[in-house]
């Protein structure tokens, strides 16, 4: 399994352990993703953990392998709902 953290940057990692994120499968972080970076990076990842990276519509199609958004924020309003719940794709918070 492919885990995707496309801007780490964005929270503060003094408090979060990624030790049990680790232990899924293979989890690649980068401190920060613009739009036109986000498919490259995360083209082959089953899971994208992500706070401000914008999860429209267009870039979840892109991307066949994705199975779960999982935003570490209180609020979805970057990730396309409709749409991800449409494909099958789950959209959680980071407990």
């Known amino acids: 399994m492919k885990i995707t953290f496309p801007d780490r940057a964005t929270i503060d990692m003094n408090d979060i352990n990624f030790s049990s994120v680790e232990s899924c499968g293979h989890?690649?972080?980068?401190?920060e993703t613009s739009y036109e970076e986000v498919f490259e990076r995360c083209k082959d990842s089953d899971i994208i953990i992500a706070n401000k990276v914008k999860m429209n519509q267009a870039l979840i199609e892109s991307l066949p392998k994705l199975k779960m958004i999982s935003?570490?924020?209180?609020?979805y309003n970057?990730?396309?709902l409709d749409y991800a719940g449409k494909k099958g794709?789950?959209?959680?918070?980071?407990p």
């Open 27 to 31: 989890f690649t972080s980068f401190p």
């Open 89 to 94: 794709i789950t959209v959680c918070n980071v």
């Open 71 to 75: 935003v570490i924020a209180t609020g």
């Open 78 to 80: 970057n990730v396309d």
